[in-house]
């Protein structure tokens, strides 16, 4: 039996293993494996006899997006071709002894370090072992026999990934957005109550979130990037990908709203813990400040999801609540009471309305 801390750690990694994605993509790569070895007899000459090339062919065209599939597999046959080259070089003047064997290994690696090569840089060396050891004594006809089953188990791949449901990772764009949403109001929102707190705040888990909005900050730029690059040559993407212009838009609006909030906390968190920092928020500030911080938190929160007039309340709050602060901070610096550090923060406050309302 299999103790329960164990059992807990397994099976999230299972049910990330067997997600319908992951399934549908088994399921495909098993039908051009098989298509491919019924395939495989049916080529002319020498190639018959050598017909579990064509479902390697497959395993390395296949990709999770349907642009990687071809770039994967045009790279394979080009390390390919490289790598027989190079055999047919070495079998000229050598049988397969250790030497030659460790010469073909050793000028594969080294050319398959040339730049841009991709996924070409591993078969060059392979292919060149291949062909000196298991086609020395035909080597032209083993060479054939590889090349052109491989090339048809990377147009079987190729075309069962186009053809059926070709993937495309839309769904996982909304759940990052809305993470990261509801991350940085959060944010906004526990820096607001510290700002009515007795200093230092009894909670200030806040001042050490910075590298959490990185993280929510990072998953949105994958889930969208991922989108993108399933939509490259995929024939679903015009039904369905339209909207990936406004994701783009979307992730560029959270990714300024990152910056600002991970600057309001830095000035924040200096303010309350570096007392040598310069840093201060005077008398008569903060609750002004803490109404600011709620106010764009509420925002950032009704962003994309709130109704038109939702949304439009919202703005008009959060507008109102910073031209409040903002007037304060004039009155307290006439005063000669320092405000560099909530000018700061309603600077940054603003330019996160101004990103909101532009995204």
């Given at each position: ?16 293993a ?5 399934l ?88 398959g ?33 590889y ?37 940085l ?37 994958t ?12 024939p ?32 924040l ?54 031209a ?11 005063d ?23 995204g």
């Amino acid at each position: 039996m299999i103790p329960k801390p164990k059992l807990r750690r397994v099976l999230p990694a299972l049910r990330q293993a067997v997600t319908g994605h992951r399934l549908l993509f088994a399921a495909k790569t098993a039908a051009a494996a098989g298509l491919a070895w019924y395939l495989a007899p049916l080529m002319p000459g020498t190639a018959a006899s050598y017909p579990y090339y064509a479902p390697l062919g497959v395993l390395v065209s296949m990709h999770p997006t349907v642009a990687a599939s071809a770039k994967h597999g045009l790279q394979s046959l080009l390390g390919l071709g490289l790598g027989i080259a190079m055999a047919f070089v070495v079998t000229t003047v050598s049988t397969p002894t250790a030497l030659a064997v460790a010469v073909v290994v050793g000028l594969g690696v080294v050319i398959g370090g040339l730049p841009r090569l991709g996924s070409a840089s591993e078969w060059v060396p392979m292919a060149a072992l291949f062909v000196l050891v298991l086609g020395y004594s035909n080597t032209q006809g083993f060479s054939f026999a590889y090349v052109l089953q491989m090339a048809m188990g990377v147009a079987v791949g190729f075309a069962v990934n186009w053809l059926v449901f070709p993937p495309l990772h839309l769904e996982g764009i909304d759940p990052a957005i809305d993470g990261h949403q509801r991350a940085l109001s959060k944010q906004l929102e526990d820096m607001a109550s510290a700002m009515m707190e007795s200093w230092p705040p009894n909670h200030e888990d806040w001042a050490s979130r910075s590298g959490e909005l990185a993280r929510t900050a990072t998953a949105v730029r994958t889930a969208v990037q991922a989108a993108k690059l399933s939509a490259k040559a995929n024939p679903r993407s015009r039904r369905r990908a339209g909207r990936l212009g406004g994701d783009l838009a979307g992730l560029r609006t959270v990714e300024r709203l990152t910056f600002h909030v991970q600057d309001i906390t830095d000035v924040l968190a200096s303010v309350i813990w570096e007392e040598n920092a310069g840093t201060v928020i005077p008398e008569g500030v903060p609750r002004n400040l803490s109404r600011a911080l709620e106010d764009v938190a509420t925002l950032i929160r009704q962003w994309r999801h709130g109704d038109a007039e939702d949304f439009k309340g919202a703005l008009d709050d959060a507008h109102d609540s910073v031209a409040a602060l903002s007037g304060t901070l004039t009155e307290v610096a006439a005063d000669k009471a320092p405000v560099n550090a909530p000018a700061s923060v309603a600077m940054s406050l603003r330019r996160i309305i101004t990103a909101v309302s532009d995204g």
